[in-house]
Structures are given as C-alpha cells and as structure tokens.
C-alpha cells in the first residue's frame, strides 16, 4: 500500500497538477494571511480560516491526485495488489499526504504569527490539529467526487462544488450536525486562544466521526466496484 501511495503522489507532482492548488494557496497567503496579526485572539482566528479556506482546495487536490492515475493503471494496479481494497486506501493515503503537505505550506505563516503574537501552546496545538482533521474530512470528499465513484469530469466537479457549498449551509442552521462544524470552529477561533482550544476536543469527535461516516460509506461503495 506505500508504495501504491508513493507512486500515486509521484504521478501527481510530475503531472504538475499540484500547482493548481499551490496557486490558490498563494492567493490565500497574500490576500488573507499575509498581514500580521494584531494580537493573540487575532492568530488564533487565523487558524480558523484557514481550515474554512483550504476544506474545498483540500477536497479538490484529493479529487485531482485520484485522478490522475488513468482508468487501465489503475486496473493494473488492482490487478497487482494482494487486497482489493489496497489501491483504494493506497489512493486515500496518498491523498492526505498531499494534503498534509499543502496544510504545511499554508500554515507555516499563521504560526510564526501566533508565536511572534504569545498565541500559547494549547492554542497552536488546538489550530494544528483543527487543520489536521478537516484535511482528513476533505480528503474523503474529494475521493467521493474522484473518476472511481462519479466517473463524468462535469458531474464530478459539479458534485465537488456542491459538496463544499452544502457543508458550509448545513453547518450554519439547526442540521448542522450532519456536517463539519465549519461555523463552529470559526467562531470559536475567532473567540479567542481560550475558547479555540476549549472547543477543540468537541469540534474534533464531530470532524472525525463525519470523516468515519462518509470514510466507510466510501470504502464499501469502492469494495462493490472492485
């Protein structure tokens, strides 16, 4: 499965389509998060946003890793595996490994702001690890609207798009609980160090059990059409 995975973000990177979100990264950067923060509750409230900024770019660059590999690689690559879930949690792998590093390149500004700005480590543990689980959440919407699951470009995208959209309208009103806690972490990271990090064992039982949600509903459905 690791080398499945490698394989998967070395026909990414050489593909080149990592520049499509590291594009949009920079925007973020320079429009959003470039400005230094003026206080603590400031950079806290920073980490908030990125998390709601990057959950789409997060879910797209899974969505692009997962297809790049075409449809008779991917055969093969099933063909090869002892399992046939490997390629699928080899593709999963690969995806938020990408993410991850995409997570690094966009947060690497908030937190040297936090740690000119005194944010305390419970904070920037609570920011972190925020981002670490909506990467994860994100993740597996992408692969939900990958070529494996939806397999028209156009339908794809439109189901990408309107996945985003409808996580964050679902996370503002009263069924908020079927979706990531979009408003929730924004306002509790813009409510300051204490509250970030007070509200993060909650926000992130509700992030990790929607990731297990649509995660297995995403394995069983991939386990049928293998």
Do not use: C
Not at 15 to 40: D, E, G, H, K
Not at 65 to 79: K, V
Not at 106 to 126: E, K, Y
């Amino acid at each position: 499965m690791i080398a499945l995975a490698r394989f998967q973000v070395s026909g990414y990177l050489r593909s080149l389509r990592v520049l499509q979100p590291l594009i949009v990264i920079f925007l973020i950067l320079a429009l959003v998060l470039f400005q230094p923060p003026a206080n603590a509750k400031l950079a806290a409230g920073a980490f908030g946003d990125a998390a709601a900024f990057m959950f789409p770019v997060w879910a797209w660059a899974a969505r692009a890793l997962l297809d790049t590999q075409p449809d008779e690689q991917r055969a093969l690559s099933a063909t090869a595996a002892r399992h046939p879930l490997t390629p699928a949690f080899a593709g999963l792998l690969a995806a938020y490994a990408v993410n991850v590093g995409l997570g690094v390149a966009t947060l690497a500004l908030p937190t040297i702001h936090g740690l000119s700005r005194g944010l305390d480590g419970a904070a920037m543990a609570a920011g972190l690890g925020l981002n670490l689980l909506v990467a994860a959440a994100a993740t597996f919407l992408g692969a939900w609207t990958s070529r494996a699951i939806i397999p028209d470009p156009g339908a794809s995208l439109l189901a990408l798009l309107g996945g985003a959209a409808a996580a964050l309208l679902l996370s503002i009103g009263p069924l908020s609980w079927l979706s990531v806690p979009m408003v929730a972490w924004i306002r509790a990271a813009h409510g300051g160090p204490s509250e970030l990090a007070g509200a993060f064992p909650g926000l992130a039982v509700h992030i990790a059990l929607w990731t297990a949600v649509i995660g297995v509903a995403y394995v069983l459905i991939r386990r049928t059409r293998s």
